[in-house]
């Protein structure tokens, strides 16, 4: 299966905060037969909110998410244009495009965000 995590999936996982994560998700997340991705959007929404102190994670994230054995998914022209049909469920600009994503990619999600559920994004 191939799975994208929303932002906080990875920082719970990074943080080691697996308590956070449901049984069914950690158990998705740790079987070696699944590829799972987080989007290059999810780094940088992580880089900007380190750098005005909104939030803490230390280390490098590239190697973080090597160590974790996550591959990067990188924004593409695809899921851009796709941002411009998405309907206005979620103003998050972030997650709109982590959304779009999924979608153009043809990727399951794994988040807790209830707004997500309301896109044609395969939920998991």
Do not use: W
Not at 48 to 64: A, T
Not at 96 to 121: P, V, W
């Amino acid at each position: 299966m191939n799975i994208l995590i929303d932002t906080h999936i990875f920082l719970y996982l990074a943080n080691g905060d697996l308590n956070k994560l449901k049984p069914k998700h950690l158990q998705i997340l740790e079987d070696i037969n699944n590829k799972i991705y987080l989007s290059s959007i999810s780094i940088a929404e992580i880089s900007i909110k380190v750098s005005i102190n909104k939030l803490k994670f230390e280390g490098n994230i590239l190697r973080v998410l090597d160590d974790m054995d996550i591959e990067v998914l990188e924004f593409d022209a695809k899921s851009a244009i796709l941002l411009k049909d998405l309907p206005y469920y979620h103003k998050e600009p972030f997650d709109r495009m982590i959304i779009s994503q999924a979608i153009a990619n043809k990727l399951k999600i794994i988040t807790y965000d209830e707004k997500f559920k309301f896109y044609d994004c395969q939920i998991i």
